[in-house]
């Protein structure tokens, strides 16, 4: 069993049909039915999907849903988005913002905030991305994007979300960071957001490397990309946390 709780994230991105959601949230939820209860598992599709993906779980579902976005105000004009409310009245508890393929369309740490006080104000779990691009990497500048990145989230309470650190360069592309450099990020986030926040890493997590960084005692789960649309490759890794 895991020695703390750590979250399993699936974000699917702009992938899945309603046919794909229900079965891997049938299926996920079937796989988690033997695995201690500090092990999260959330699945987030894109905004349509939720709802299938609700329909396919049992009113105790081990697996949670989660949105990819939400919009700050709970609602207005605002053509083309979706507010956290609705997002949680699909039967989402989670929600990603500032997300860095979001970020990259111009979302600041000010908007990625805002996404998440509204998260929070309507009962959701906001689970916020933060993390260097390859440039600010190779110029060893990750320290000083992370303090830029988390110093307006100090305004949230304690244990209300969940922070990501998804280095951009690590996204999609097989590459990760040295386990030593995940280490010293989240060590440096835990010492701006306080001890107890749960720092999750994102980045080509996949089976192969599940194990090893989840086992850094800095690391409280992985939020997963291009692994997570398998159902076969969720559950290897929804298996190896267990055993941690
Ligand atoms: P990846 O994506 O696992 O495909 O690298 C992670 C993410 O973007 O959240």
């Not at 229900?22 to 695995?35: G, I, S």
């Not at 989670?94 to 600041?108: D, F, K, N, P, Q």
């Not at 969940?162 to 280490?183: F, V």
Request: glycine share 8%; aromatic share 4%; hydrophobic share 50%.
């Amino acid at each position: 069993m895991p020695s703390k709780p750590t979250w399993l994230i699936a974000n699917w991105k702009m992938n899945g049909s309603a046919d794909d959601a229900r079965a891997f949230a049938h299926a996920v939820n079937a796989a988690l039915a033997p695995v201690p209860a500090n092990l999260n598992a959330v699945f987030c599709p894109p905004f349509p999907l939720i709802a299938s993906a609700a329909a396919a779980l049992p009113h105790n579902a081990r697996l949670q849903l989660g949105a990819q976005n939400c919009h700050a105000a709970a609602s207005g004009a605002h053509t083309g988005e979706v507010s956290a409310g609705m997002a949680a009245a699909a039967g989402a508890k989670y929600v990603i913002v500032g997300h860095s393929e979001r970020r990259a369309l111009g979302e600041t740490d000010a908007d990625v905030l805002a996404k998440a006080q509204a998260a929070v104000s309507a009962g959701l779990k906001p689970i916020i991305c933060i993390g260097e691009s390859h440039e600010e990497y190779k110029a060893k500048r990750t320290a000083e994007v992370i303090k830029r990145q988390t110093a307006g989230l100090a305004a949230l309470a304690a244990g209300t979300y969940l922070i990501a650190y998804e280095p951009i360069w690590a996204i999609g592309s097989g590459l990760t960071p040295e386990t030593a450099e995940i280490s010293a990020a989240h060590s440096q986030i835990k010492t701006v957001l306080g001890s107890s926040a749960s720092v999750l890493y994102g980045g080509s997590v996949q089976p192969g490397n599940t194990q090893q960084i989840l086992a850094l005692p800095e690391v409280a789960g992985a939020l997963i990309g291009g692994a997570s649309l398998k159902i076969e490759s969720m559950v290897a890794m929804i298996n190896t946390a267990a055993k941690l």
